[in-house]
């Protein structure tokens, strides 16, 4: 699907992956409405890429919040693709050493980030696709983004674990819920990406962690990540799918 000239709406947008894919996004021609909860990084990056771009403070978690950046993205053009980057991670074992059991607290609050927001900008994202005119035959495409850890979940990774086996788990419906409407949905599965996060770790443990990916032998670049997108975008044919981007890696318990 071409959507030069047109509109895309990206969560998370002022770092890691979903700042690669706003960066590819432009680059081939698209505008892009960038959405994050951080206002002074989201705002840097709208200055530099300029008029091809509108920086939106959002948190996918809150009604309001989302039905905003949608209304504000769609005075900015018509909207063909909404990708999902917005996401947290904690570690903490279902019970700890001493048997204490993990906090509801955090396993709810990154459930409700992962997940619920996720499944937020999907619905105002589909309601919003579903009324632009076809192009190529279609309305648009929604790209969430899971993990392999909905997979191969390592201890301590009981609450992101099940927030992307979540998303896993809603992407064929919410492809078959929205075919009727012209509306494609498919998920990436992302591995150990270098990602600002994996950036404050010491050198050997990240030459560590990308020496155990099979192939290539390095961790994913978020380039990788927004290259995906775009070849997605690209074919047609791709709906209701989990593609995992992790260098065939299959990850240990710890």
Known sequence: MNIQGEVAVVSGAASGLGLATTMALVEAGTKVVLADRNEEAGREVAAR???????VPTDVTDDSSVMRLMSEAANFGTIRLVVSCAGIGIAERTIDRSGKPHEFASFEHVVRVNLFGTFNLLRYGASYLAHAEPRDGQRGLIVNTASIAAYDGQIGQIAYSASKGAIVGLTLPAARDLSGSGIRVVTIAPGIMDTPLLGTLPEDVRNALGSSVPFPKRLGL????????????????LNGEVIRLDGALRMAPR
């Open 49 to 55: 890429l300029g008029q091809a771009s509108l920086f």
């Open 222 to 237: 978020p380039s990788d990540f927004a290259k995906l997108v775009l070849a997605v975008l690209d074919n047609d044919y």
